[in-house]
């Protein structure tokens, strides 16, 4: 099953290197990994998705903690909570493609950011499913180049990740 | 308030911290620490051969004594010769602390001479590490690095430093910090309360328990809280290769050691154990053979320090997180306030566990290493077991034996029956060969009136042979005890075994040298041993040698093997060869 963890990590040198590490080191994979400072300026929040039966998603957990900079981490996949993903594309538009284009951004609920004769530039945010069914209705003749930045979440309700 | 150079700030922190010896080598980027210890500091350095024998002395006074290792070590090839004796370190839990000269702040990234990212090539090895970046934040980082490394579960720290940082001219203010407090690190102080109640109904509750107690229990200092569970209890102990001592070898209720070349009894009582109280182990691959055939019918509590320890390999029923001698002396607190209340019905099961014990010493008659002999007696050559047993008798049992890997090791370890912790001193995760002597010598300068023997094998101790100059300099008096059969024994073995004999690359033909001659190059006493009949008195010879280091060569039985051996793949852990010709 596919997890999402999310980490409060030291906003130090070299603390990404660890978590990046971890993985290869112990044979877990990476899908997805975005990391920024917080409000906080010492603290990361760092969000992976991995995927893993129970047992492997267990140890992934136990051994992030085990590294000293990590703080605090939560599989956000365990509760209630909001994933995130935003996407830029770059896609061909030309003659009639550029009015399809334009509905079916609407339709995902994406903007066109950047407009040139020949082509578009495309934002569209949500879960990383809704991003791959965008992708998916344009069509790959279409794209030219496609950026994600990788899944970022958040619990639902009152639950928080902080200090 | 003192004004002090990042180099004396090193020194002084070493002071400050109590340190006894630091192990280190010198060069560029650490020139200017080493002057600084030259002018001020009162601890004394010991110079060895070669950073690798650096880390394993420090980790053998870290093992012997409780306390952390320190290393100093130059950049570049400082740093990468001493990576393995950190991967030792980290793989059995040993408290050290490794600092590391690195090129001028302003050099890093560019390739410099004698640069390499000690960070990052030390990262999987090691607890925690730093890249100094400012010459005032080193008191901290270095105090910080000393807590990590001999808290929680232990490990190796590498403090990394620029050369530009240590520069004499720059001073700044020196505080040595009292305390540390990390908003990220914080290990368990105690077990969870009702986890130890669910464990104690259990283990009361047991017909065939076995206490399996592992390296942990050594490190965290609880053999005399074990041994007096055991004993409550009367339930059958057992100990991995790295718990040997925790529980005394000649107690009626030690097993031997467990695992890969365990005791019969050991493997078969945990086998057929129903309850099994893991306790500072971690179900290793030489302890469990086969995992999905392992102890079929027992319950599992596991007692760890380190929650990622825990079903990891194994899955427990009831996991305790926490140090063992807090988490066993609760067990304690509980199993008597329990049997206070209710009396006889609390358990154990006096009549179970009695016909446990009938089963076990039986299992333990028929074919237990200390019962009778179980090797061929009859060849007239030595054989690898009785030196080991001479040296048992020629030093009461009492010595600190380090050991390098292979065969000699096993033997050590089966026949050298250790009663107390922190008496037995070797590489048993990492398994790195060179490791006997260096760390011998670690152990001898922190007990330099106890006996201390290095026991290793032509193919070992030729990896950090080097150092018998170290120990000429500082009056190291160990005793080395190879043993020599002209062959890699363990690789040799395993070629028998699986290879049909086709030893490749495991026979060192006539390349040997002569061992007496070369320790006598190095100013040392050197005993050749090639008739039984002279063992004993050359044993007795080497340890009366008090302030000798004496290289005792042991010409044995070419061919024997350990036993036992877990047959694998696919053996659970009661499956073994018993000798060359007979299984279970």
């Known amino acids: 099953m596919r997890h999402i963890i999310s980490v ?26 975005n990391v920024a400072p917080t409000e906080d300026a010492t603290l990361s929040r760092l969000t992976l998705t ?46 009639a493609q550029r009015a399809e284009i334009k509905r079916c951004t609407d339709i995902f609920r994406g903007q066109i950011i950047d407009v040139g004769p020949n082509v578009y530039t495309i934002q569209v945010a949500g879960a990383a499913d809704k991003l791959d069914a965008f992708i998916e209705s344009i069509g790959d003749a279409a794209i030219l180049e496609v950026v994600r930045s990788g899944v970022s979440g958040i619990a639902r309700g009152e639950k928080v990740l902080t200090l | 308030m003192e004004m002090l150079s990042g180099g004396q700030m090193v020194a002084r922190a070493l002071e400050d911290e109590g340190v006894e010896f630091i192990f280190g080598y010198p060069g560029g980027a650490v020139l200017h620490i080493y002057d600084a210890l030259f002018q ?21 006074y870290a093992r012997a004594t409780g306390k952390p290792g320190v290393v100093l070590v130059t950049s570049g090839p400082g740093a990468t010769n001493a990576i393995t004796g950190i991967a030792t370190a980290y793989m059995d839990s040993i408290p050290m602390v490794v600092l590391s000269g690195q090129v001028p702040s302003h050099l890093i990234g560019s390739d410099a001479f004698q640069e390499t990212d000690m960070v990052g090539i030390s990262r999987p090895i090691v607890k925690h590490s730093y890249l100094v970046k400012r010459t005032e934040d080193i008191p901290a980082i270095i105090k910080e690095a000393f807590y990590l490394a001999a808290t929680g579960r232990p490990g190796p720290v590498v ?87 925790a529980y005394p070898a000649t107690d009626r209720q030690f097993l031997g050691m467990l695992g890969m070349h365990g005791f019969y009894e050991a493997n078969h009582a945990m086998h057929n154990s129903d309850v099994i109280l893991a306790i500072g182990a971690r179900f290793d691959d030489r302890v469990t053979n086969t995992i999905s055939k392992f102890c079929p019918s027992a319950k599992i509590i596991h007692v760890d320090i380190d929650p990622a320890s825990i079903s990891k390999t194994v899955t427990a029923d009831i996991p305790i997180v926490g140090p063992v001698n807090a988490v066993l002396k609760e ?9 206070t209340s209710q009396g006889a019905d609390a358990g154990p099961d006096e009549e179970a566990i009695g016909r446990w014990w009938t089963q076990i010493d039986a299992w333990r008659a028929s074919h237990g290493l200390w019962t009778a002999p179980r090797y061929d007696t009859e060849t007239g050559l030595i054989k690898p077991q009785q030196v080991i047993e001479s040296l048992y008798r020629a030093t009461k049992g009492d010595a600190y034996v ?25 590489s048993g995760g990492l398994g790195t060969m060179g490791f006997g002597l260096p760390a011998a010598m670690g152990v001898k300068l922190a007990f330099p009136d106890d006996d201390v023997a290095c026991v290793t094998g032509e193919g070992s101790i030729q990896m950090n042979i080097q150092e018998l100059s170290t120990c000429s300099q500082y009056s190291v008096p160990i005793k080395i005890i190879n043993l020599n059969n002209g062959y890699l024994g363990m690789v040799k073995q395993w070629q028998d075994m699986n290879y049909s004999s086709r030893y490749s690359e495991s026979v060192y033909e006539d390349s040997l040298p002569d061992f007496v001659k070369l320790a006598e190059a190095y100013g040392h006493v050197g005993i050749k041993v090639d008739r039984l009949e002279d063992l004993d008195a ?41 000798s060359k010709t007979e299984r279970t």
């Not at chain 2, 004496?550 to 793949?569: C, G, K, N, S, T």
Request: aromatic content about 8%.
């Open chain 1, 8 to 33: 409060l990590l030291e906003n130090e040198p070299g603390a990404l290197s660890r978590v990046v590490g971890l993985f290869s080191q112990r044979g877990y994979n990476i899908e997805s990994l």
């Open chain 1, 50 to 95: 991995t995927e893993g039966d129970d047992q492997k998603i267990e140890q992934i957990t136990k051994h992030l903690n085990r590294l000293i900079e990590v703080v605090k981490l939560v599989d956000l996949t365990e509760g209630a909570h909001i994933e995130r993903e935003l996407m830029m594309l770059k896609v061909r538009a030309t003659g």
């Open chain 2, 40 to 60: 001020s500091c009162k601890v004394p350095h010991i110079l060895v051969r070669h950073e690798q024998a650096a880390t394993h002395a420090a980790d053998g």
């Open chain 2, 159 to 245: 403090v990394d430093l620029p050369k530009d940082l240590t520069n004499p001219i720059d001073k700044y203010e020196y505080v040595y910090p009292e305390t540390v407090k990390m908003r990220s690190y914080t290990p368990a102080l105690r077990g969870h309360s009702g986890q130890i109640k669910k464990a104690i109904q259990l283990l009361l509750g047991a017909k065939r328990p076995v206490i399996y107690s592992g390296g942990g229990v050594i490190l965290g200092n609880g053999s005399e809280l074990l041994t007096e569970l055991a004993r409550e209890l009367n339930y059958p102990v057992t100990n991995t290769l790295m718990g040997l001592g």
């Open chain 2, 331 to 339: 067990m304690l607190t509980q199993i008597r306030a329990t049997r």
């Open chain 2, 402 to 426: 380090t050991s390098d890997v292979g065969q000699h090791q096993m033997f050590a370890a089966q026949f050298y029956k250790f009663d107390k912790p922190r008496r037995w001193i070797n």
């Open chain 2, 538 to 578: 050359a044993m007795d010879e080497a340890f009366r040698l008090k302030d000798k280091l004496v290289f005792l060569d042991v010409y044995v039985d070419r061919h024997e093997h350990v036993y036992p051996m877990q047959i694998a793949p696919d053996g659970s852990m009661r499956d073994m060869w018993l």
